[in-house]
């Protein structure tokens, strides 16, 4: 007995998705491990106003992962 696939064919922000853990990503280390860059480098591109990395009133740094993956791959 064969089974059919149902879902659709795997493209890059599929496997994203599937592959890529958390979704949301808390503070700079987990962000910058997030990237394989360093804290500073995260730091700075935090700073950039196109980088979707969010430091809401001055609190702690969060990124979401599917945004940082979206905003790398128009670059």
């Known amino acids: 007995m064969t089974r059919t696939a149902t879902h659709p064919p795997l ?14 990503l ?6 910058a491990a997030a990237l394989g860059i360093s ?3 995260a ?3 935090a700073r950039l106003p196109d980088c979707p990395i969010y430091r ?3 609190g702690s740094y969060f990124a979401f992962r599917g945004e940082l993956n979206a905003w790398l791959r128009s670059k």
């Open 26 to 31: 808390w503070g700079l280390p987990a962000i």
């Open 39 to 41: 804290i500073d480098k």
């Open 11 to 24: 493209d890059p922000w599929r496997f994203d998705a599937i592959a890529a853990g958390p979704e949301k």
């Open 56 to 58: 809401p009133d001055g």
């Open 43 to 45: 730091r700075r591109l």
